[in-house]
């Protein structure tokens, strides 16, 4: 089958994913919180940014690589962390790794995945980041840095935009609970999408592995809210400041909005800054990241990461004009990986080069470099 002739841009990917998953699963992958604002501001941001087309410039190669973080890498994209991969799509934190090391761009695996460090590191590349969300007992805290870093992971990911649990009210109307639980409601969901059906009967129902080993070493969890809230704190700069000391490589902190906080960041030395506004899952009145962008840009020499409504080339370019550093997709791959199966981050790359490509050509940018003299301002 030619991908590219029915797949030839992430919305069918979205579109036969949501034909594939069972529909809390989807409400799951694709809503954000509240009336979803942020999530429409992110897109409606994006396009407001544009490009002067170029003309007479003759032949060029549009050269989409990138180097970052001391690696370099095809394309400045990828796989950012999404909790609960394994939900939607079984093996999904396996497949993706193995898709980041393929295709050597960075993998992330979340706190709340499916699959632990250790299970995943016969499979990681030589770019695995591990996201945390901050364990507020230093034991369990120092024992899941000991882990990742045992397992491979050599980049630390603090996410800091998430001090306390959002509400997600989409998410909650299709009747999905934490942890879930195959209710008679659910179940019809299920039986409507044998494709995933099976593969959950061959895997297993999902669960968040590394979390739910550490509940039994703290007591008084409630029944009615799953261990990963329960177990986390929300950070402050001395607990920042706590992992600094005691991660020996790279710490990124994710989450990052505000400009004034950057220089602060900087100086603590963290490696990296990813503008975030977790997608619109956890904050309805928040900018947008591309946004926030420029103000952030200006306030540090850092390099910065941006996600948040990012879909195709196009915007990748938009982020890069504007002072990324580099691109990460979590719905993105998810939307890939649910519509093909290991094959889906692969072809989603290639989409996204190509669309980079050709939108290069358009502006007469050869390097990532350029883009910045061909946007609109």
Aim: with cysteine.
């Amino acid at each position: 089958m030619d991908l590219h002739a029915t797949y030839p841009a992430l919305s069918d990917l979205r579109q036969k994913a949501q034909a594939r998953l069972p529909k809390f699963v989807w409400e799951y992958l694709d809503s954000a919180t509240g009336d979803e604002r942020t999530k429409a501001r992110n897109r409606a941001k994006l396009d407001e940014i544009l490009f002067l087309p170029s003309i007479l410039h003759g032949d060029i190669a549009c050269d989409t690589a990138v180097h970052f973080l001391g690696a370099d890498h095809p394309l400045p994209v990828g796989i950012a962390p999404v909790g609960m991969s394994g939900l939607i799509w079984p093996g999904a934190e396996q497949m993706l790794a193995e898709a980041g090391k393929r295709l050597n761009i960075p993998f992330c695996l979340s706190t709340v995945a499916t699959q632990t460090p250790d299970d995943l590191a016969p499979h990681i590349g030589d770019h695995a980041w591990f996201q945390l969300y901050p364990p507020r007992d230093a034991d369990i805290r120092r024992d899941i840095l000991q882990r990742a870093k045992a397992a491979g992971f050599t980049t630390l990911v603090l996410t800091v935009d998430v001090p306390v649990a959002s509400r997600r009210e989409r998410q909650v109307r299709s009747g999905l609970t934490t942890p879930p639980r195959l209710t008679p409601r659910l179940l019809a969901q299920v039986a409507r999408r044998p494709s995933w059906a099976l593969a959950i009967l061959r895997s297993g129902m999902p669960r968040m592995r590394l979390i739910d080993e550490y509940a039994g070493q703290v007591t008084g969890l409630s029944s009615t809210a799953h261990a990963g809230y329960l177990l986390r704190t929300s950070p402050d700069w001395a607990y920042l400041q706590w992992l600094r000391d005691h991660w020996d490589g790279p710490l990124l902190v994710k989450g990052v909005l505000r400009a004034e906080d950057a220089p602060r960041l900087e100086a603590m030395g963290v490696d990296a800054l990813w503008i975030s506004n977790h997608a619109g899952r956890q904050f309805d009145a928040a900018p947008a990241t591309i946004e926030a962008l420029p103000a952030i840009r200006a306030a540090t020499s850092l390099p910065l990461i941006l996600d948040s409504g990012v879909e195709t080339g196009l915007d990748i370019l938009r982020a890069m004009a504007l002072g990324a550093d580099f691109v990460m997709l979590g719905r993105g791959f998810h939307y890939a990986l649910a519509a093909l199966g290991a094959k889906g981050p692969d072809h989603l790359v290639d989409i996204l080069r190509q669309d980079m490509q050709a939108n290069m050509g358009q502006i007469g940018a050869a390097s990532l470099a350029d883009l910045h003299t061909c946007v609109v301002t």
